[in-house]
C-alpha cells in the first residue's frame, strides 16, 4: 500500500475518533476525555497536513528543485509537532481550571465504552502505519503513526483515571490524568520537532545502512581500487551517498565507467532507495578539504 493511502486512512479513522471522543467528553463532561478529543483533532490536521507534503515530495524534480521535493515531509513532521504542542498546552490550561472548580462526572460507563473503541481504532491503524513507515521510509507516516500511539497511550491513561474515579469519587483524578497526557503529548512533540530538524539539516544514514554501504564497498577494493571521502544524507523517503574512488591513471574512461556503474548498482541493491554518487579520482590524486573530518 503506497504511503498516500496509509494517510488517507489516518484521516479517515482521525474523523471517527473525534466523533467518538467528543460524544465520550459530551456525555460525562471529563476533562481528560476533552483533552483525547483534542488530541484527535491534531490527528486529523496533521493526518491532513502530512498526505499533502506527501503528495508535494513526490513530485519529480523541476527547474526550480533540481534535487526533487522529498524534504517536504520533514515540514509535515514539524508541523505535527508543534500542533500536538499547542493541543498539550491547551489541555494543561483546561486541567488547571477543572482542578481548581471540580465537577461531578456523569455516564462514565459509557463515555469509557466510546474511549477504548477509538483507542483499539488508532491502536491498530498506529501499527499498520508505522511498519510501513520504516519499510517506505517516510518520516511523515512515522509522525503520523507515532502520534497515533501517542494518542492510544493517551486514552489508557484516560481510562485509568475515570475509572479511578469511579472507584474512589475522587475527582481530582480526573484533571490530573489530564495533565499526566499532556505532558507525555508534550514529550512526543518534542522527538517530532527534533526528528524534522535533523532531516532539514541533512542528517546522515542510519548505522545499519552505513554498514551495508561499507560492506558494499569492501567486496570491490583492492590494492588496484580504494574509496574515500564517503558522506551520506537523507531527505524524505530518498537516500543519498556521495564517494571518491581511486583507480590507477592508466585505465581507460571506459573501464573506469563500467566499474562505478557495477559499485553504484550494487550499492542501491543493498540499500533501496539510495542514489550513489562516485567520483572517478586516479590512485594517486587526493581530493582535500578544509575540514580534516572529512577524510575517512
Known amino acids: 500500500m503506497r504511503v498516500q493511502s496509509y494517510l488517507k486512512l489516518s484521516v479517515a479513522a482521525a474523523l471517527a475518533t473525534i466523533a467518538l471522543k467528543t460524544a465520550a467528553w459530551w456525555w460525562t463532561d471529563s476533562?481528560?476525555?476533552?483533552?483525547?478529543?483534542?488530541?484527535?483533532?491534531?490527528?486529523?490536521?496533521?493526518?491532513?497536513?502530512?498526505?499533502?507534503?506527501?503528495?508535494?515530495?513526490?513530485?519529480?524534480?523541476?527547474?526550480?528543485?533540481?534535487?526533487?521535493?522529498?524534504?517536504?515531509?520533514?515540514?509535515?513532521?514539524?508541523?505535527?509537532?508543534?500542533?500536538?504542542?499547542?493541543?498539550?498546552?491547551?489541555?494543561?490550561?483546561?486541567?488547571?481550571?477543572?482542578?481548581?472548580?471540580?465537577?461531578?462526572?456523569?455516564?462514565?460507563?459509557?463515555?469509557?465504552?466510546?474511549?477504548?473503541?477509538?483507542?483499539?481504532?488508532?491502536g491498530v491503524l498506529a501499527f499498520y502505519m508505522l511498519r510501513a513507515a520504516r519499510a517506505h521510509h517516510s518520516i511523515a507516516l512515522e509522525a503520523d503513526a507515532r502520534h497515533l500511539f501517542t494518542d492510544v497511550w493517551t486514552s489508557v491513561g484516560v481510562v485509568v483515571g475515570l475509572l479511578g474515579v469511579m472507584l474512589t469519587g475522587w475527582q481530582w483524578l480526573d484533571p490530573l490524568m489530564a495533565i499526566l497526557v499532556a505532558l507525555n503529548i508534550l514529550r512526543e512533540a518534542a522527538h517530532l520537532l527534533r526528528r524534522s530538524a535533523d532531516g532539514l539539516m541533512d542528517q546522515a544514514l542510519d548505522d545499519d545502512a552505513q554498514t551495508r554501504i561499507r560492506e558494499v564497498l569492501a567486496e570491490f577494493e583492492h590494492h588496484t581500487i580504494r574509496f574515500d571521502h564517503l558522506h551520506t544524507r537523507s531527505a524524505g523517503q530518498r537516500r543519498y551517498v556521495d564517494l571518491h574512488m581511486h583507480m590507477p591513471s592508466h585505465w581507460s574512461l571506459g573501464r573506469a565507467a563500467a566499474v562505478r556503474n557495477s559499485v553504484e548498482q550494487a550499492l542501491m541493491s543493498a540499500v533501496p532507495g539510495l542514489r550513489a554518487t562516485i567520483q572517478l579520482l586516479p590512485m594517486n590524486v587526493e581530493a582535500h578539504f578544509d575540514d580534516p573530518k572529512d577524510l575517512i
Open 31 to 122: 476533562v481528560s476525555l476533552l483533552s483525547d478529543a483534542l488530541e484527535s483533532l491534531v490527528n486529523l490536521a496533521g493526518a491532513t497536513f502530512g498526505l499533502a507534503m506527501v503528495t508535494i515530495a513526490q513530485r519529480p524534480p523541476d527547474e526550480d528543485h533540481p534535487y526533487g521535493h522529498h524534504k517536504a515531509e520533514y515540514f509535515s513532521s514539524g508541523f505535527e509537532g508543534v500542533l500536538i504542542l499547542a493541543a498539550a498546552l491547551g489541555i494543561i490550561w483546561a486541567a488547571v481550571h477543572r482542578w481548581i472548580s471540580p465537577v461531578p462526572l456523569e455516564s462514565l460507563g459509557l463515555g469509557l465504552g466510546l474511549s477504548v473503541a477509538s483507542s483499539v481504532l488508532n
